[in-house]
Every structure is written in C-alpha cells, then in structure tokens.
C-alpha cells in the first residue's frame, strides 16, 4: 500500500507490482499535473483505476491503459472520453459519462467499453434509437421546462439493465421497457403504471411523485421478481 501526494517529483514511477490505484482530491482541483504524470506510465499489471470526479486530463497525448485493466471508476464529461484509449475487448460498468447533446451520444455507436451514460439536459434523448446498443446503465435527467418525447418500443436497448428518468412525466406504455431490466428508477413520474408496464425480471422500483395525494394514481400489478 502506497500512500502518495502530489509533492512527489514529477519523475517518480509507481511500483511495478502496483494492481489497484485509487486517486483521492480534497480539494476538488479540475486539473493535476500529478496525476497526469502518473497516468503517463502506469505499472503493466494494474487492474483497478480511480479517480477523481470530474478531474480534466489536461495532457495532450491520450494516456494509453494497460491490457491488464478490468475496473475504473471515473465519472466525466464527454470533453474527455478521447483522453484515455482503453482495452476495447471489455466492459467499463464503472466509467460514467457525462453527455449533453444526441450528437455526443451518437459518437459512443462503436466505443463498446462504455455501458453506463448520464445523458443530461436532452429533451428528444427519446425521440428516436439513438441509445447505442452496448449502454447497460442509463441515467436521464430531462429538462423540466421544455417538451419531452414519450418512450416508445425500440427506443432503449434490449440488454439495458439499470434505468433512471427524472422529470419524465409521459405515460409508459406496456411491453415497451426492456425484458432484461433489473432497475427502474422514476423521478417526479406523475402517472399510473398500468399492469404489463414492468418488465418480468425487475427486481428494484423506486417511484417518487410531486403530489402528496399519492391515491390519485394507480399502481398495476408488480411482478414476483421485486425485492425493493
């Protein structure tokens, strides 16, 4: 176990035998020469990467990881997604990205390392297929003030299996969320959830209203599969 700081020279390489590496930033600085230094050469065998929320990686060179990484966590704007070239034969569940437009989000259609996405601030995120095929966690924070475009059948991938929507407040049709659906979170809803609106397998709900009067909405059939 290392316990290093950004008053280490500018020269200093990590241990060879490093497999986990974790960055912590107190001070929430948007950029760090340090750890762009040490991204610029980390050990062959590291497996595990963190770090900081949001930290911009200030190098012009993208920082290539090693083959041996399995796990990073990093949550980020799409300004970054070129900064790191990443093993592309593997899944990233916990590198989320940040995405504010559908032509962002139509760069990602073959960056299939990348699962989970937060698409923020986009009215028509579901107004056609633009959801690449590979997302397994989706995050969509639509805009409360502007016109949002119902869910259609098709819309989200068929593997998805994490959603959360706030300030979505359209009807859900049946058979339209994914088979394979394990979470549904559904934020200031504001609608009934007809019976064949869940899929099968969900095994989390979580429904917030922005009323009180909670019995004005009629909540279907759940299915067996739910635990919370």
């Known amino acids: 176990m290392h316990d290093l700081t950004d008053d ?19 001070d929430e600085c948007p950029t760090s020469a340090f750890v762009d230094n040490l991204l610029a050469k980390l050990p062959p065998n590291v497996r595990y990467l963190s770090l ?10 993208p920082f ?9 966590e990093y949550e980020t704007g799409y300004d970054n997604i070129a900064k790191l070239v990443l093993p592309t034969d593997r899944q990233y569940r916990n590198y ?7 032509e962002q989000l139509q760069t990602l259609k073959d960056q299939t390392w990348i699962v989970n996405i937060l698409l923020k601030g986009i009215p028509q995120a579901l107004s056609g297929q ?12 639509f805009p409360s003030d502007q016109q949002i475009y119902p869910l259609e059948k098709g819309q989200l991938p068929d593997g998805l299996e994490e959603l959360y929507m706030s300030s979505y407040n ?27 609106t869940l899929p099968p397998q ?18 279907g059939l759940l299915p067996n599969s739910l635990s919370t």
């Open 8 to 26: 280490i020279d500018g020269d200093y390489q990590l241990p060879l035998s490093l497999t986990q590496l974790r960055f912590f930033d107190q």
């Open 52 to 61: 900081p929320y949001d930290i911009f990686l200030s190098d012009n060179t």
């Open 64 to 72: 290539v990881m090693p083959d041996s990484l399995v796990d990073l």
């Open 96 to 102: 989320n990205l940040t995405l504010g437009s559908v």
């Open 130 to 141: 633009f959801i690449p095929s590979h997302i397994r966690v989706l995050e969509i924070q």
């Open 170 to 196: 359209q009807p859900i049709k049946s058979n339209v969320l994914p088979t394979e659906l394990r979470v549904l979170m559904l934020g200031g809803f504001n609608q009934d959830i007809k019976e064949g």
């Open 202 to 219: 969900l095994k989390s709900l979580f429904v917030s209203y922005d009323t009180k009067c909670l019995d004005q909405f009629n909540i």
